[in-house]
């Protein structure tokens, strides 16, 4: 089985930084992370940063200059570095990937289950 597991998310002040960190598990023989997302209260999930298929890094204007994807291939682990947080950058956050998994051909795209990012004096 595989599994995306979120974390680093939690309370912080307007100005403040967290990391997030999505670890992927199982029997992976091939991993494609599409990105991250998020979703805030009442409101549809929405692209934070999209890869795209040449290796570039699509931000969404809102955290522009903000937020920085990176990646370490060897742990098969993203993450999302977030400064100058807003209250509006509040919500669950989610990391995407497609993965083969070991003895198949077929690729299936999967969801971790979110890290809550809080923004609040």
């Known amino acids: 089985q595989v599994q995306l597991v979120e974390s680093g998310g939690g309370l912080v002040q307007p100005g403040g930084s967290l990391r997030l960190s999505c670890a992927a598990s199982?029997?992976?023989?091939?991993?494609?992370?599409k990105g991250w997302y998020r979703q805030a209260p009442g409101k549809q999930r929405e692209l934070v940063a999209a890869?795209?298929?040449?290796?570039?890094?699509n931000y969404a204007d809102s955290v522009k200059g903000r937020f920085t994807f990176s990646r370490d291939n060897a742990k098969n682990t993203v993450y999302l570095q977030m400064n100058s947080l807003k209250p509006e950058d509040t919500a669950v956050y989610y990391c995407?990937?497609?993965?083969?998994?070991?003895?198949?051909?077929?690729?299936?795209?999967?969801w971790g289950q979110g890290t809550q990012v809080t923004v609040s004096s």
């Open positions: 995407n990937a497609d993965v083969k998994r070991v003895g198949t051909v077929l690729w299936f795209n999967y």
């Open positions: 199982g029997k992976i023989f091939s991993i494609n992370y």
């Open positions: 890869i795209t298929s040449g290796g570039s890094i």
